[in-house]
């Protein structure tokens, strides 16, 4: 991208820029559950099943002021996790298993995770509960609109949202007026995305709160909820603008406080 970027506006509209957000200077800073990955890795002369999440993640959760705590599948313990959290974050993923919404696997869907769905659905679960700030990210977008009864397009046509294996993909998107994205982003945002799936029918309480140009739905808000937002993009692979954590780690303050 070349040119000078208009300025960003924060959460609360003080009309700061992207380069003016500093991390809030909290007693404590929100803690915010990361659900992670179960997978193989290669570190030094191991290579071993390993927990973990892209540090973009991590990266983007402490420049917005909060603290990460890596949340990998497990038998249980969502109550008493929950009970600690200020916020949870739902990354981004392999594909929801289709049986969650009572589909057959298309040819390009990728095999079922069942832990992770399984741990992260009830995570999910246990957040609502307690009107939990939850921003759910690609795979976590899509996540929470199969559990709240939604379904998803298994495949988009080729080269749309995901052209080139580990290359994220530019375009824009129109947050719809008046919801909360539109509020972070205003009426227009360029993003970085990296998906083959897309929400078809939108689950009970979701609202499209943003679209791209061919009309795949970007956005999803829960309605009634404290801050419940799903993005299809990738938010914590773009730094300089980090509007939307930034409104994230705001809402899970507000928690911290209570």
């Known amino acids: 991208m070349t040119g000078t970027a208009p300025p960003r506006t924060d959460a609360t509209g003080t009309g700061a820029t992207a380069t003016d957000l500093t991390p809030p200077h909290d007693h404590r800073r929100p803690l915010i559950g990361i659900s992670s990955y ?74 079922p995770h069942h832990a992770r769905d399984d ?26 609109n199969v559990e709240l009864g939604g379904t998803l397009v298994q495949h988009l046509p080729d080269d749309s949202h995901q052209t080139v294996p580990a290359r994220f993909v530019r375009h824009r998107i129109t947050p719809r007026p008046g919801s909360r994205l539109a509020a972070v982003l205003g009426p227009a945002a360029d993003v970085s995305c990296y998906h083959h799936q897309a929400v078809d029918r939108i689950g009970t309480g979701l609202t499209a709160t943003a679209h791209s140009a061919d009309g795949t739905v970007e956005a999803l808000e829960l309605t009634g909820h404290r801050f419940a937002l799903g993005v299809q993009w990738h938010p914590e692979t773009d730094p300089g603008d980090p509007r939307l954590f930034h409104a994230f780690i705001t809402a899970s303050q507000r928690e911290t406080a209570r």
Not at 64 to 75: D, F, N, V
Not at 127 to 139: E, M, N, S, T, Y
């Open 38 to 111: 179960q997978d193989d890795a290669a570190w030094s002369v191991w290579n071993q099943r390993a927990s973990l999440v892209p540090q973009t993640y991590v990266d983007a959760v402490v420049r917005a002021g909060g603290t990460p705590l890596l949340l990998p599948p497990q038998p249980g313990g969502t109550g008493h996790l929950l009970d600690t959290l200020d916020g949870l974050l739902l990354a981004g993923g392999p594909d929801v298993d289709p049986a969650r919404y009572a589909a057959a696997p298309h040819p390009r869907t990728g095999p």
């Open 119 to 144: 741990w992260e659905s009830r995570l999910l679960h246990a957040a609502l509960a307690r009107d939990l700030p939850v921003l759910g990210i690609c795979r976590g977008m899509q996540l929470l």
